[in-house]
């Protein structure tokens, strides 16, 4: 028998979630040429109906815990949203159908498994998941090259990055795996000096990563994942054993990988040129154009923005996946831009306030890193936009247009919650 | 002992959140700081958006005459430009390619935002208002550039005129052409951008303020003021002797006269006669530093300030002259040098103005919607770059090396008007010298400076001349 939880704080914050995908779209429809049209409220509204549903959905479970990370995530779908039908309204339709099926794909991962604790105890089958996973898109038929990236699977129109999944199994299998070796280790701790030395258990997991991160960045020429992929490890590594001396060892591992890749791949010493160099001639007009073109938008943005509907934003190339930070900015400011900084560092920080709640080292390790997940994403998406770093393929959570990405995202904030859920449970809390 | 997963996490959170705070500076930076340059940056679509939905400001010569306005197409606008032998000056405006000369430079301008305008810009920039575009007024003179197009003909090179009193360019020239109408049209930007790229001719270059050549022997004028405010006189006789090396040292190097000369030279022989030997010798004299200085007072490898895009030049590939042949070489105009024809007009009109050089511009004016004046386009000179007196010298010399017994300059000569002048014939790698003509007019109180470069002229100096004269002929209205 589940009793019903009230979750007050989350429905009210539900309403302004409401507001704010129902005037943005409002706003941007005023915009254009043709004017606001009633029946474009279709898209917000159905919306905010799946923001509540999934509401009622966890109050009717009795799910208790964390009451903010579904309010941010649907204020970050919503503006997804209203920037799709401002960037690419042509794909507005096929968005709202991903929301939908990230809804299922949320509401499913509330039921199952019915017992958290016991994805620990696949581990091996994640990981072997995760990395079948990581190299299909080499494989014949069924793997796509999109934009030089071979990061997709595709069966017939219907496409999807089997990344996005990966990232998921990847933090599973590092919280199960870290948490059963990271006692043992206590006690066998040697050091070389000052210099700690990573135990044979470590040694050979930082190792096969590396290897394998180089692998993706080599044959499936995806920096984004390599970068994602190896900073999820060395941010786990790091919540386990708290040595930032093996997140070093990984950091020097990936500048050396990185500095053998740009003087012998070419499509990493492109992505570095166009990020030191976006300005020279032969760059601005050719493979730095994206990104100047996005630097325009910024500066344009100012500290308010040109308003919704009122930039340029169509003359960044693949704005709606790539670029939607910038055109963002451009129209809502700087304001705006780091309002939204502001909401991902929240989701963040709740996740992170989840990690630190939970009973066991396997529930701690997964809620840190699912929400280091989010974290690093945006840093590396809005760094290369504003290029802090290299330009990469990295989606904006919730945010940018596509599918794979927004159904991983919102099963990782079943899966934050239901850690939260289960804490809760433990110590008797609401 | 390892620390509590716990203190971990708090850790790693904190690094999070610096990460952000950094982003955060750096998103800042984009939008907060960099806004001015970027938002007038001529390959901004935002700036040149106005190209395409609304009308964008005319640009007009000195006499009143369109050079440039938007006309209604189907979907939206575009630019016309009335003159194309002023292709360089206006330059394009396109959507995809972004805008040149005057279009870029007075961008903001001929969008009803000028920086003369700051109630616009600030309108512009918060309130998003745009007023009605108004008009740049160029100095352009329509008689001087006619004379110009004609005596320049469609040979490969630049001529400029412009005003020594106030830096005013009068005419400007530059052959090959383009047609700045088919890259400003959206129907045909893109092949007519791929077929001027491609062009070995490059016609996309404003040879005028972007073409860099030797300058020959009209750097000896810059060599001369060196020797004047060196100390060196004048009148003394330097012993000519074609070929000649300052010693052994320089192996199988000599410096060459152009007449094969054996004889005795004063500095205003060596400009009617264009005696490289004698240059060499009086630059080897005065010394490197002291060349380099005067090279950089002139202007050379240095901006020219110019309100559309214009080369610096350069002295020498280091931008010093540390040997002896270089110091030498350069001392009668090759070397290593490289000018543009706007920089050795600018030279001209210092030594006619009294070692005051001008500021150039293009643009005289920025009008509004209504025609009145939003702001006067009239830099200050750049400055005294030598004495009066040295100028006044050279000034004599220069007369001489038009009108004196055996002049090179003698075709640029006008009747009833004292002409300043002088030839070049600058060697250069793709074969046939460069001719050059640098002058001024009348030499006493100058309303004319020009600069003549004709590319690979197979006489040199002796074809650019009379161009140089038919142009001021024209400036002065005779």
Same mark, same amino acid.
């Given at each position: ?6 979750? /007050? ?39 905010? #109906? ?28 919503? =503006? ?5 039908? /401002?960037?690419? &309204? ?6 709202? &159908? ?60 219907? !496409? ?36 700690? #030395? ?5 040694? #050979? ?21 390599? =970068? ?47 990020? =030191? ?38 003359? +960044? ?55 280091? +997940? ?20 990295? !989606?904006?959570?919730? #945010? ?19 850690? &939260?859920?289960? !804490?809760? @449970?433990? @110590?008797?809390?609401? | ?42 390959? $901004? ?230 005696? $490289? ?202």
């Amino acid at each position: 028998m589940i009793a019903v939880t009230r979750r /007050r704080p989350e429905l009210g914050l539900l309403f302004w979630v409401a507001a704010l995908g129902i005037t943005g779209s409002v706003a941007v429809a005023a915009a254009e040429v043709a004017g606001f049209r009633p029946q474009q409220l279709v898209v917000p509204v159905t919306f905010v #109906v799946i923001a509540f549903v999934l509401h009622v959905f966890l109050a009717a479970r009795g799910v208790r815990g964390d009451q903010l990370l579904l309010p941010i995530a649907a204020a970050l779908t919503a =503006l997804g949203l209203v920037l799709v039908q /401002r960037l690419a &309204s042509n794909l507005l339709v096929q968005q709202l &159908s991903w929301t939908l099926i990230a809804a299922g794909a949320f509401a499913a991962t509330i039921l199952i498994p019915r017992d958290l604790t016991a994805l620990s105890r696949f581990k091996w089958t994640w990981a072997l998941l995760g990395v079948l996973l990581l190299i299909s898109p080499l494989l014949p038929v069924i793997g796509r090259e999109v934009n030089g990236a071979r990061i997709w699977l595709g069966v017939g129109t219907v !496409t999807f990055e089997p990344w996005e999944a990966v990232k998921i199994l990847l933090v599973i299998f590092f919280a199960a795996y870290l948490e059963e070796f990271r006692e043992v280790l206590a006690q066998t701790q040697r050091r070389f000096g000052p210099i700690p #030395v990573p135990p044979v258990p470590y040694l #050979v997991p930082i190792v096969a990563m590396w290897a394998i991160a180089m692998v993706v960045m080599v044959f499936e020429r995806d920096l984004g994942a390599t =970068l994602l992929f190896l900073g999820i490890f060395l941010a786990m590594l790091y919540l386990a054993t708290g040595e930032v001396f093996y997140t070093l060892i990984g950091l020097v591992l990936l500048l050396v990988g990185g500095f053998v890749a740009y003087h012998v791949f070419g499509h990493v010493a492109a992505r570095v040129d166009i990020w =030191l160099h976006p300005f020279a001639d032969d760059v601005r007009f050719g493979t730095g154009y994206q990104l100047v073109q996005g630097l325009f938008a910024l500066a344009n943005g100012g500290l308010f923005g040109a308003g919704l509907g009122n930039g340029m934003p169509e003359r +960044i190339p693949v704005v709606w996946s790539d670029f939607v930070f910038d055109a963002f900015a451009e129209e809502v400011g700087f304001a705006g831009a780091l309002a939204l900084l502001a909401l991902y560092l929240l989701f963040v920080y709740r996740g992170m306030l989840i990690a630190l709640r939970a009973p066991t080292p396997f529930l701690q390790l997964l809620a840190g890193g699912l929400s280091f +997940i989010v974290a690093l994403q945006t840093i590396v998406i809005v760094g290369g936009n504003a290029r802090l770093i290299p330009l990469t393929g990295i !989606t904006l959570p919730f #945010v940018a247009y596509g599918g794979s990405s927004l159904v991983t995202n919102w099963m990782l904030v079943a899966l934050l919650i239901r850690v &939260s859920d289960l !804490t809760a @449970r433990v @110590r008797g809390t609401p | 002992m390892t620390r509590s997963i716990a203190a971990n996490i708090r850790g790693l959170t904190l690094a999070i959140a610096m990460t952000f705070l950094v982003t955060s500076v750096g998103v800042g930076y984009w939008t907060l700081v960099s806004g001015d340059e970027l938002n007038n940056d001529p390959f $901004n679509p935002r700036l040149v958006a106005a190209i395409r939905d609304r009308p964008r400001g005319f640009i007009k010569d000195a006499a009143g005459n369109t050079l440039a306005e938007s006309v209604q197409v189907p979907d939206g606008y575009k630019r016309v430009y009335r003159d194309k032998t002023l292709a360089h000056a206006t330059g394009y405006a396109s959507f995809q390619f972004g805008a040149s000369g005057v279009e870029a430079a007075y961008a903001e301008s001929l969008i009803g935002q000028d920086p003369g305008d700051p109630l616009s810009q600030w309108r512009a920039r918060y309130l998003r208002e745009r007023a009605p575009p108004g008009s740049v007024m160029l100095g352009i003179d329509p008689k001087v550039q006619q004379a110009a197009v004609a005596a320049l003909g469609n040979r490969r090179g630049a001529i400029v005129a412009i005003d020594p009193r106030n830096g005013a360019i009068l005419a400007s020239v530059s052959w090959p052409q383009y047609d700045p109408n088919r890259i400003s049209d959206p129907a045909t930007e893109d092949a007519a951008w791929k077929q001027v790229i491609a062009d070995p001719d490059k016609p996309l270059i404003n040879r005028v303020t972007e073409g860099l050549y030797p300058p020959g022997s009209t750097f000896k004028i810059i060599t001369g003021a060196a020797a004047l405010e060196s100390g060196v006189d004048p009148n003394a006789k330097v012993r000519v002797d074609d070929p000649w090396q300052a010693d052994t040292s320089w192996g199988s190097y000599f410096v060459r006269s152009s007449s094969r000369a054996h004889g005795d030279y004063t500095m205003a022989d060596g400009y009617r006669l264009s005696e $490289n030997i004698y240059f060499a010798k009086i630059g080897l004299q005065i010394g490197g530093p002291k060349l380099a200085e005067y090279a950089q007072r002139f202007g050379i490898g240095s901006p020219t300030h110019c309100d559309i895009n214009a080369s610096k030049g350069q002295l020498s590939r280091t931008g010093v002259l540390d040997r002896p042949t270089l110091v030498a070489d350069t001392a009668y105009g090759q070397g290593e040098l490289l000018v543009s024809p706007l920089q050795m007009a600018l030279v001209a009109a210092a030594v006619g103005m009294g070692g005051v050089m001008p500021t150039p511009h293009y643009a005289t004016e920025v009008r509004d919607a209504q025609g009145h004046a939003v702001r006067m386009i009239a830099p200050g000179a750049i400055g005294q770059v030598i004495r009066p007196e040295t100028a006044r010298a050279l000034t004599t010399m220069l007369v001489g090396a038009v009108s004196g017994p055996g002049a090179f300059a003698f075709a640029a000569k006008i009747p009833g008007v004292n002409v300043a002048g002088k030839t070049g014939s600058a060697e250069n790698p793709s074969g046939t010298p460069h001719g050059w003509f640098v002058g001024f007019a009348p030499a006493e109180a100058p309303t004319v400076a020009v600069a003549i470069l004709l590319e690979n002229s197979p006489r040199g100096g002796e074809d650019a001349a009379p161009l140089g004269g038919r142009v001021m002929q024209a400036a002065l209205g005779r």
